[in-house]
């Protein structure tokens, strides 16, 4: 009887902590989150005109010469498919160590693919976010130092000038958070839709 007993309020128990912890809490949160960061809450989703163009939040891979380019990006097909057994690609830390021969032929064959891009740079040293990965490797952001580099060659690409392009970098620039938190970033996205004239740079 007594064990019986024990057994009725340590399932009670249970039973009341999921529906706190596992409802009760989990609704109160997203509720919260919906009511004072929608945006945020919902993924931080670029929409204009009924297009999504995908999360300021979540790096996208651009390898074209009319666009800024951002971190390196290690797509891993085969992780993740559609109901058609397709590849769906999802993207990951290198997980290459720096004193590894692998990680110094990947940053020497980024270096090489910087270099073919950008012949009016010579020898001038690479940023260094734009030849090795993030820890997420899904960086939506990249140095000021690594957008300025890339400037000349979308000024040549775009049509655009070069003062044209440094204003969209400022405009897409976010500052440390409370001023001293983190570093200057430049949003690669956000750059690249206002390139394309689907986000308006005023």
């Known amino acids: 009887m007594k064990q019986a007993k024990t057994w009725g309020s340590g399932l009670l128990l249970f039973l009341v902590m999921t529906v706190i912890t596992g409802v009760v809490y989990t609704a109160v949160c997203t509720g919260v989150a919906q009511l ?5 809450a919902n993924g931080s989703i670029i929409e204009v005109d009924g297009v999504k163009y995908g999360s300021e939040l979540v790096g996208q891979q651009f390898t074209d010469e009319d666009h800024m380019w951002g971190r390196v990006m290690s797509p891993s ?3 993740f498919t559609n109901n058609e057994g397709e590849d769906v690609l999802w993207y990951g830390a290198s997980n290459l160590s720096p004193a590894g021969d ?3 032929e990947a940053v020497q064959a980024r ?4 270099h073919a891009a950008h012949p009016e740079k010579g020898s001038e040293p690479i940023p260094s976010d734009l030849v090795t990965n993030s820890g997420s490797g ?4 990249i140095s000021p130092a690594a957008a300025e580099y890339q400037v000349e060659r979308l ?27 983190g570093d200057a970033r430049v949003n690669v996205l956000k750059v690249n ?9 005023e």
């Open 138 to 141: 899904f960086d939506p952001h």
């Open 36 to 40: 004072a960061f929608p945006y945020q």
């Open 193 to 201: 839709l206002m390139l394309d004239g689907i986000l308006p740079v």
């Open 77 to 79: 097909t085969g992780t």
């Open 111 to 114: 270096i090489d693919e910087i």
């Open 102 to 104: 692998d990680f110094a």
């Open 155 to 181: 000024a040549k690409n775009t049509g655009k000038s070069e003062d044209e392009i440094r204003a969209i970098i400022e405009k897409c620039t976010e500052q440390p958070q409370l001023g001293i938190l």
